[in-house]
């Protein structure tokens, strides 16, 4: 059996990795990965071999790391936060279901601590009851299927995740998504905003939704925005589950 272990490493730091990822990472052969992520757990690949590409390279790095397998090489592909959501999981699974004999693959899918998680503790509890997560970003998923997503979202007053809020390219969708969930929540549904959750420059912020606008975000910031109960304490967001206190 060809072995690939494809891993979440969370934020990055070593301490919000499960120990199963690093056990895999440490019985590598090779670690397969985005130049960014490579470089966020480089201190403990121990002198591993590394193949390491960019950004919108992501066929491509799963590919290779399938041909490494199979020269009896036990490969790793590491994703930020969980493989599993946004992550290499699907593709890996996807190319070699419609290229290879998926039998004769070893494949782990090792779970770890998604932006979502990670964010969400530190801004205290905003997602104890239904969320939805949403990327903003519209290089695999058309504008107009994010649209609607976020409707639904909002009609079903579900507390939302952003990902991939703004970028250079996409300047004015998270003010799109703002005024959508406008018409379903009212203007002082509180909102917290994170950036580079659990990594070097990390910061926080709680707003509410008619504000939203005015916060600086980028691609390394989720945003979380809560359901008609959230509500703020003394700087936690804080989502009810509804039990009786």
């Known amino acids: 059996?060809?072995?690939i272990n494809v891993i979440g490493i969370g934020p990055g730091y070593k301490e919000n990795m499960t120990g199963q990822a690093i056990e895999a990472i440490n019985k590598s052969d090779v670690i397969v990965g985005y130049k960014t992520y490579i470089k966020l757990i480089e201190n403990f690949l121990g002198g591993k071999e590394v193949v390491e590409n960019g950004m919108k390279?992501?066929?491509d790095r799963c590919k290779r790391a399938i041909q490494i397998s199979m020269?009896?090489?036990e490969v790793s592909v590491v994703s930020s936060g969980d493989p599993g959501v946004y992550g290499m999981a699907g593709l890996i699974l996807e190319i070699l279901s419609k290229e290879h004999d998926i039998k004769q693959f070893d494949v782990r899918i090792i779970p770890g601590v998604t932006s979502s998680n990670a964010g969400g503790a530190i801004l205290g509890a905003p997602l104890?009851?239904?969320y939805v997560t949403i990327s903003l970003s519209d290089c695999l998923t058309e504008w107009n299927k994010?649209?609607?997503r976020?409707?639904?979202a909002g009609e079903g007053d579900f507390s939302v995740v952003i990902y991939n809020p703004k970028s250079k390219s996409r300047p004015d969708y998270l003010n799109k998504t703002q005024e959508i969930l406008l018409d379903y929540k009212r203007p002082d549904t509180v909102v917290g905003i994170v950036k580079n959750a659990f990594r070097e420059g990390q910061q926080t912020k709680i707003t509410t939704l008619e504000k939203l606008?005015?916060?600086e975000v980028d691609m390394f910031t989720t945003?979380?925005?809560g359901n008609d109960s959230t509500y703020e304490h003394e700087g936690y967001m804080i989502t009810p589950r509804g039990y009786s206190v």
Do not use: L, P
Request: charged fraction near 40%; charge should be negative; glycine fraction near 0%.
């Open 213 to 215: 606008h005015e916060a």
């Open 150 to 152: 976020i409707h639904c």
């Open 1 to 3: 059996m060809f072995k």
């Open 71 to 73: 020269e009896n090489k």
């Open 146 to 148: 994010i649209e609607k």
């Open 57 to 59: 390279k992501e066929v």
């Open 128 to 130: 104890m009851h239904d």
């Open 223 to 225: 945003v979380f925005i």
